[in-house]
């Protein structure tokens, strides 16, 4: 299968709500998209809460099942409370072609 193609990115406006009632609106930069994720790998980085597996199971199987994608890396963070570990962000990294992090509660 072909090397997943990159898409060209645009320039957005963003809207910043304030409590207080300022809005500030900016462009920025949308960083580059794959053009399909159909054939990709994902790496899904699970932040380690109780209750966040279910979600990123899920979320592994709508990837393949409704978007195509070939296979699914999901490893989760030893804690929520400290950063992921150097080695399995490069480890992901390298060996996907996307990645989703968050935290599901």
């Known amino acids: 299968m072909p ?3 990159l898409a060209e990115p645009a320039v957005k ?3 910043y709500l304030d409590p ?4 500030q609106v900016v462009e920025r ?14 790496a899904l980085l699970d ?3 109780d209750t966040s597996g279910f979600f990123f199971d899920a979320l592994a199987d ?3 099942d409704e978007y195509g994608v070939a296979q699914v890396i999901l490893k989760t963070k030893a804690t929520s409370t400290k950063p992921a570990d150097e080695g399995m962000l490069a480890e ?3 060996d996907a072609d996307f990645m989703v992090a968050g935290v599901a509660l």
């Open 92 to 94: 992901m990294i390298r």
């Open 29 to 42: 930069q949308n960083a580059r998209r794959l053009s399909s994720v159909k054939g990709t790998t994902a």
């Open 20 to 23: 207080t009632g300022h809005v």
């Open 47 to 49: 932040n380690g809460n």
């Open 13 to 15: 406006r963003v809207a």
């Open 62 to 64: 709508i990837l393949r």
């Open 3 to 5: 090397a997943p193609t």
